[in-house]
Every structure is written in structure tokens, then in C-alpha cells.
């Protein structure tokens, strides 16, 4: 009977593990997820293509991210309110 249990211990202890062994994976997924986020974002050609041209012109971030914020489109993380890190994210990210 105790030997029996002991194996059912040791079962139950083998399955936590696997289970703990699947969490730490999912750790790494949300640069995957975020860069999904960012490919379908409703105005994502508008909003490269516009702080594309004005960087070419030599306007400041913060003048480029005062533009966005007139059109009235969200940021990538949702937010409506542009920052100068955003843009220079977005020069970053996709060198212009």
C-alpha cells in the first residue's frame, strides 16, 4: 500500500513538473505576441510613412510625435498619447 502511494507521489510530482517546464517557455513569447501586435496596428503604413518624412526633414521627435498625436492614432501600446520614446522606437525598429 505505501508503495503504491509513493508512486503516486512521485507521479503527481513528475506531472507538476512538466507543467512548471511549460511555464518557463511561455516566458519568452511576448516579444513574439508584441511584435504581432505591431504588424496588425489599423495605421501602422500611415504612422511610418509619416514619421518617416518628417525625419528625413529634420523635425525633432517630439514634433513628430505632437503630429501623431493630431491625427489622433494610438500608439503601439495603446495608448493615444505619443512620446518622444516612441518614435525613436519606431525609427529603431524599422531604420528609416
Request: proline fraction near 2%; charged fraction near 30%.
Amino acid at each position: 500500500m505505501t508503495q503504491n502511494r509513493k508512486r503516486q507521489r512521485e507521479r503527481e510530482q513528475r506531472r507538476s513538473a512538466e507543467h512548471r517546464a511549460d511555464t518557463d517557455l511561455l516566458t519568452a513569447e511576448p516579444f513574439r505576441i508584441w511584435d504581432t501586435i505591431k504588424q496588425f496596428h489599423p495605421h501602422k503604413k500611415e504612422i511610418l510613412s509619416v514619421v518617416r518624412v518628417l525625419n528625413r526633414l529634420g523635425v525633432k521627435h517630439t514634433m513628430i510625435a505632437a503630429a501623431l498625436d493630431l491625427q489622433g492614432w494610438q500608439s503601439f501600446y495603446g495608448v493615444c498619447e505619443w512620446t518622444d520614446e516612441d518614435v525613436e522606437d519606431i525609427l529603431d525598429g524599422y531604420s528609416a
